[in-house]
């Protein structure tokens, strides 16, 4: 089973930076290089939505909301997915989610079979 671990939230004023790490362990089927990777967030209130996702040759795809603000990137050697995040706004505060699957590079939630727990970012006005 894939198991997946966020870290690297907080509460930072708006305007300034987080990076986001997730850890990936468990996987049996390929290797973690084959897995398309995903971050999500889910604000109070709000459904969840994708924020960024990367494919196997590293390309991202980013949400209109965080593009030019937002880098999603991976390390193969180390299972690892970031997420730099700068020029944080309020509406930036949810909770952040790392997600992986094998089907689709894609920021819908359909294409991924594996989740974490989350991380939770604040950011003030």
């Known amino acids: 089973q894939v198991h997946l671990v966020e870290s690297g939230g907080g509460s930072v004023q708006a305007g300034g930076s987080l990076r986001l790490s997730c850890e990936v362990s468990?996987?049996?089927?390929?290797?973690?290089?084959?897995?398309?990777m995903a971050w999500f967030r889910q604000a109070p209130g709000k459904k969840r939505e994708g924020v960024a996702a990367?494919?196997?040759?590293?390309?991202?795809i980013y949400a209109d909301a965080v593009k030019g603000r937002f880098t999603i990137s991976r390390d193969n050697a180390e299972n690892t997915l970031s997420l730099q995040m700068n020029s944080l706004k309020p509406e930036d505060t949810a909770m952040y989610y790392c997600a992986a699957g094998l089907r689709a590079w894609s920021l819908r939630e359909s294409a991924y079979n594996y989740w974490g727990q989350g991380t939770q970012v604040t950011v003030s006005s």
């Open positions: 468990g996987v049996t089927y390929g290797t973690y290089s084959t897995y398309y």
């Open positions: 990367i494919d196997i040759i590293h390309a991202g």
